[in-house]
């Protein structure tokens, strides 16, 4: 084991979250990408790419689930970097053995609405609280259940937006549309 690496790994995550923590206490998260998150996640993103050349993956053998579950919160919350978050999606499921499943699954759900797809798993939400669409309805509970993730309620499931609504959706977030296509996203 990397052991080294599994403690600055979950130091990366935890100073992450702190600081999220405390400018949502301040009320600054909402309307945009702020400034000092996004410093942060490219600051633990360059980070972890230096920790990938060394050892490769962080997957759990070699640094810990806590550990691995850190990398993979960096990694989901590296938005500003489309060809990075793809390449650890790949490195994932190339360990997919090694990694815990729902990781993969919210990070394969995140690449994909920044992109203006349908989702797999309905990982991630819309600013109204509900599921962003995805790929197949009748089946997510079977795809969910693959990956560890509860299974979602039948009200839940039928108040999923149609993959089609992806276009009108988008056309009311004018800022986080242009922010993704200056990153690369679209």
């Known amino acids: ?10 130091e990366l995550a935890n100073h ?11 009320g ?20 972890l790419r230096e920790i990938i050349k060394e050892i490769g993956f962080p997957t759990i053998s070699k640094v810990g689930e806590e550990a691995s579950d850190a990398a993979w919160l960096i990694i989901q919350h590296s938005i500003g ?3 990075f978050m793809k390449e ?16 993969k ?23 109204e ?24 309620s039948l009200e839940d499931i039928n108040r999923i937006p149609a993959s089609e609504d992806i276009p009108e959706m988008d056309a009311r977030e004018k800022e986080y549309t242009l922010w993704r296509e200056k990153v690369g996203w679209i």
Do not use: W
């Open 1 to 10: 084991m990397e052991y080294q690496f599994s403690k600055e790994l979950i």
């Open 16 to 26: 992450d979250l702190s600081v999220r923590e405390r400018l949502t206490a301040k």
């Open 28 to 47: 600054e998260l909402s309307g945009g990408y702020h400034p000092e998150m996004e410093a942060v996640h490219q600051t633990h993103a360059k980070r």
């Open 81 to 83: 970097e489309p060809a």
């Open 88 to 103: 650890c999606y790949i490195m994932m499921d190339e360990n997919s053995n090694d990694i815990n499943p729902k990781n």
């Open 105 to 127: 699954a919210y990070l394969y759900d995140r690449i994909q609405v920044f992109q203006s797809k349908p989702q797999k798993y309905g990982t991630q939400l819309i600013p």
């Open 129 to 152: 609280r509900r599921l962003y669409p995805v790929e197949n309805k009748e089946n997510i509970n079977e795809e969910r259940i693959k990956v560890s993730l509860p299974p979602l």
